[in-house]
């Protein structure tokens, strides 16, 4: 690791067994954290990981090295508000959604749908309210949202797995709709997808707490003979 340049890291896809071989977005992250060489560490909240190690992947190698200075970023973020995994899952779809191939639409909005209603519990909304860049986002694919406002009406058992599978399983979809989408700039939007994932869960970090107030310290001064008295007084 000694010859691990920091200043300029070169990013490539996959997993690498050393800094020898290559890195990548988040072994890069667990060796600045001091943690074991992994592209699994524990400093960061494991979907925004899995979405940095998507983006990774799914850049190109001319716009990969764009990435390196959003590493040091993603240290440190492991906020655990249940909150964190839908609106992080939303954030990608948001971004997909309107230029993905059909097919990833229909998983996409299914998702959305799933995950907004999972937001709306925990915000005590109605579970139909939706969030106004989701609604957009739906608006932009009608057949699909249609068929997803369908299935999900259907479906009636819960989601208890929608952070361990289905989140990610959208995330990744959405990273891979977006590298495969027929639009001019992939790497650009795959950049704002992942800064955007960690703007959503720098948002949710718990804030450090007020340093408590400080109590006034009394002054005492010994007045001489000369000054009126041998006494202490207190300012």
């Keep these: 690791m000694n010859n691990f340049d920091l200043a300029v890291p070169v990013l490539s896809r996959g997993k690498h ?12 992250a667990s060796y600045l954290a001091g943690e074991p060489w992994s592209d699994h560490p524990g400093c960061t909240h494991p979907l925004l990981a899995g979405v940095a190690r998507d983006v990774n992947d799914c ?43 059909q097919e990833r639409q229909y998983i996409l909005a299914v998702a959305l749908l799933v995950g907004e209603k999972h937001l709306a519990a925990l915000d005590g909304r109605p579970l139909d309210d939706l969030e106004p860049a989701s609604r957009e986002a739906l608006e932009s694919v009608p057949s699909a949202t249609k068929w997803a406002r369908s299935f999900t009406s ?53 804030r450090p707490p007020k340093p408590a107030p400080t109590t006034p310290v009394r002054e005492e001064v010994l007045r001489t003979p000369a000054d009126g008295g041998g006494v202490l007084e207190a300012r």
């Design 154 to 206: 259907r479906t009636h058992r819960g989601t208890p797995d929608f952070a361990k599978r289905t989140a990610p399983r959208a995330v990744s979809c959405a990273v891979e709709g977006i590298s495969q989408a027929c639009v001019p700039d992939p790497d650009d939007r795959l950049f704002n997808l992942l800064t955007a994932a960690i703007e959503e869960c720098t948002a949710w970090m718990p």
């Design 59 to 101: 850049t190109t190698d001319a716009g990969r090295a764009r990435l390196a200075p959003l590493i040091p970023s993603v240290i440190g973020l492991t906020p655990d508000d249940p909150h964190v995994v839908p609106r992080v899952t939303a954030r990608c779809i948001q971004h997909a959604l309107p230029i993905v191939s």
């Design 17 to 28: 067994r050393n800094p020898r071989k290559g890195a990548c977005f988040m072994e890069f």
